[in-house]
């Protein structure tokens, strides 16, 4: 691996564009080649707006050192396959939903993989990414992956079945959270605010509670400090917990996995 590796993106949408947008303010890696499947429109118009170089994967592949796969599932098995006889010293991450370093390393035997699964706030760079590296990552690999994470939140290294099990936690559970934000809205709105007024409330309390969680407070002290025994929230979490909402969250989490893996076959 280069001092400053040379990054390939196949596939230019929404997850590719998170990473790159990171990565330009990272002098860590060298150049940056972005490629799609058809939309030249986009690569001319992510060209014009970041530090990035356009081509075809195929011709420019072997200027490169790191090959990050940012398309979708389906999209892998020929990829793969058509990636497996052309790469030669490349370190392959993908960040596609299910793809774990053992498919990775079924058609790439020998070589470097991993896989990242970041979430939407990638967008905003506080995406809660998962990883998972395969047999055959280095020292010099971590490296490279641990600024491409970087360039996009925190991270955290769990094993490829955990990161199966977890990603209902940090992919999926942000729909809850906006879920939760909608109905808290709408209750604030029948008191009678408008809709903006009701949004500014309820985004601003979950960013100061997120943010006192984020200072490493207990989730359950900071609870017990909102709620006096006996008084008006304890008789509200009471609501919550007659119907089962600790539960409820877990069986969320369940149906996220069962679904997964329903998908996955
Ligand atoms: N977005 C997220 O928040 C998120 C979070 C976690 C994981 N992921 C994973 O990341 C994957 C990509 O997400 P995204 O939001 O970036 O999707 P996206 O915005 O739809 O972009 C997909 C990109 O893949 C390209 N592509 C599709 N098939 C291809 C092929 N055969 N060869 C080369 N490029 C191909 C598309 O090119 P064209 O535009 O030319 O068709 C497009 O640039 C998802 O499927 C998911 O598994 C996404």
Sequence with gaps: ????????????????????????QSDAIGKITISNQSDQTKLAHLKATYKVETGEWQEVLSNHDVVILAMP?????????ELSSKVTKHFVITVAAGIGPSILEASLPGLPTAWIMPNTAADIGESMSLFACGEYVKQEHRKVL??????????????????HDL?????????????????????????????????????QMIF?????????????????QVTTPGGATAAGLEVLEK???????????????????????
């Design 146 to 163: 641990q600024t491409i994470l970087d360039a996009i939140g925190e991270s955290e290294e769990l094993s490829e079945q955990q990161i």
């Design 73 to 81: 599932p389906a999209a892998h098995p020929d990829v793969l396959q």
């Design 243 to 265: 119907a089962n909402f600790t539960k409820l969250l877990h069986e969320a989490v369940l149906a996220v996995n069962d679904k997964a893996a329903e998908q996955a076959k």
């Design 1 to 24: 691996m280069l001092e400053k590796p040379n990054i390939l993106f196949i596939g230019a949408g929404r997850m590719a564009e998170a990473i790159f947008s990171g990565l330009n």
């Design 208 to 224: 100061g509670s997120a943010s006192m969680l984020k200072d490493g407070r207990e989730a359950g002290d900071l609870r017990d």
């Design 167 to 203: 990603t209902a936690v940090t992919g999926s559970a942000p729909a809850f959270v906006y879920h939760f934000a909608e109905a808290l809205e709408k209750s604030a709105q029948s008191y009678g605010l408008s809709s903006e007024v009701a949004r500014k409330l309820v985004v």
